[in-house]
C-alpha cells in the first residue's frame, strides 16, 4: 500500500483543530490563535517530537510505523473508523478485527480525563494496561507501566513474587482464580485470537500455577474487585475497585476508591501530594 501523504497531513491537520483541549485533559488557555489543539500538544500527547509531528502535517515526513499511528489515533481521541483511515492514508493495513486493540475508545479516554481525584486506568480485556490518569501513575507504577514490556496485569501477577506480599494465601488464591476465569472468558470472546493465544501459551510455560488453573476452565467476568498495593512510599493501600465495561466489553475504565471507614482515604490524600515519582516495576524474568 502507498503512503498518501498529502492526504494524510491533511486529516491530521483537521482531527487536531476539531479537539479541544478540555477534552484531552489539557487546560484551555486565555489565549489561543488557531482551533483546536496546537501542534506541540498532539506530539506531547503522542509522544513523539513536536519536529517530527510538524513534519507530518506538512506532508514531508517518512512513513510513519504502526506504532507511532496508533499513538496519533490515541492523542486525537479518534474513532475506530477514523483510525482504520489513518492507517489507510498512511500506507498500512488497519488494526485487524474491532476487539481489544490498543486504540483506547474516546467515550473511556474523555471519562478517564475527568477523573482527577481517584485512580483511573484502562485496561483491555486481557489485563493490558493502555492509558491511566496520574493518579493511577502514583498508585500503580510500583506494579504495572504502559510500556508493553511490563503492561500486562495478569502477566505481573502470576510472574512477580513480589505483588502478592501483602495478601493472605486465601486471597492469593481468590484473586488467581479471578484472573484466571476472566482471561478464559476473554479468550473465547475473541476467538482464540493470536494475541490472547500467545499470553495463554506464555503464561502457562512459566507458572504451574496458571496452567493447573487454567484446566479448571472456569470462567467469569470480572466487574467489581478489590486491590491491595504495598506502595513503596505510603505503605499498604487497599482499595474498592469499580469496573465500567465498554460495550463490547473489551475496554475497561477502572476506578479505585477507599473502602467506606478505612484510613485508606488519608492515603489517598497523601498520594496526591506525592505525586508520580520513579515508581517502576521491578522487570520479571521473561520469556
Known amino acids: 500500500m502507498q503512503m498518501d501523504r498529502r492526504e494524510l497531513a491533511d486529516f491530521l491537520r483537521r482531527s487536531r483543530e476539531r479537539l479541544r483541549p478540555q477534552e484531552v485533559g489539557l487546560p484551555a488557555g486565555p489565549r489561543r490563535r488557531t482551533p483546536g489543539l496546537r501542534r506541540e500538544e498532539v506530539s506531547q500527547l503522542a509522544g513523539m517530537s513536536a519536529d517530527y509531528y510538524m513534519r507530518l502535517e506538512q506532508a514531508r515526513s517518512p512513513q510513519p510505523s504502526p506504532q507511532i499511528l496508533s499513538s496519533l489515533a490515541h492523542a486525537l481521541r479518534l474513532t475506530d473508523d477514523e483510525r482504520d483511515h489513518l492507517y489507510l492514508l498512511a500506507g498500512h493495513r488497519p488494526p485487524a478485527g474491532r476487539l481489544a486493540g490498543d486504540h483506547v475508545r474516546p467515550s473511556l479516554l474523555y471519562l478517564l480525563d475527568q477523573l482527577k481525584e481517584a485512580p483511573a486506568h484502562i485496561t483491555n480485556d486481557l489485563g493490558d494496561l493502555l492509558a491511566r490518569n496520574t493518579m493511577a501513575e502514583a498508585l500503580l507504577g510500583c506494579i504495572c507501566s504502559v510500556r508493553e514490556q511490563d503492561r500486562n496485569f495478569v502477566w505481573r501477577w502470576f510472574t512477580d513474587p513480589t505483588i502478592r506480599r501483602i495478601y493472605s494465601p486465601e486471597e492469593r488464591e481468590q484473586?488467581?482464580?479471578?484472573?484466571?476465569?476472566?482471561?478464559?472468558?476473554?479468550?473465547?470472546?475473541?476467538?482464540?485470537?493470536?494475541?490472547?493465544?500467545?499470553?495463554?501459551?506464555?503464561?502457562?510455560?512459566?507458572?504451574?500455577?496458571?496452567?493447573a488453573l487454567w484446566e479448571l476452565h472456569e470462567v467469569a467476568v470480572r466487574h467489581a474487585s478489590r486491590v491491595r498495593v504495598d506502595h513503596p512510599a505510603i505503605g499498604p493501600i487497599e482499595?474498592?475497585?469499580?469496573?465500567?465495561?465498554?460495550?463490547?466489553?473489551?475496554?475497561?475504565?477502572?476506578?479505585?476508591?477507599?473502602?467506606?471507614?478505612?484510613?485508606?482515604?488519608?492515603?489517598?490524600?497523601?498520594?496526591?501530594?506525592?505525586?508520580?515519582?520513579?515508581?517502576?516495576?521491578?522487570?520479571?524474568?521473561?520469556?
Not at 490472547?196 to 510455560?205: I, Y
Not at 477502572?254 to 485508606?264: L, V
Open 239 to 287: 482499595l474498592e475497585c469499580e469496573m465500567l465495561l465498554s460495550p463490547a466489553e473489551d475496554q475497561r475504565l477502572t476506578i479505585f476508591t477507599p473502602p467506606p471507614g478505612t484510613s485508606n482515604i488519608d492515603h489517598l490524600s497523601l498520594l496526591r501530594v506525592l505525586g508520580h515519582d520513579d515508581f517502576t516495576p521491578a522487570a520479571p524474568e521473561r520469556r
Open 175 to 211: 484473586n488467581s482464580r479471578a484472573n484466571v476465569a476472566d482471561l478464559r472468558a476473554s479468550v473465547a470472546r475473541r476467538g482464540n485470537d493470536a494475541a490472547s493465544t500467545r499470553l495463554v501459551a506464555r503464561l502457562r510455560e512459566v507458572s504451574a500455577e496458571f496452567a
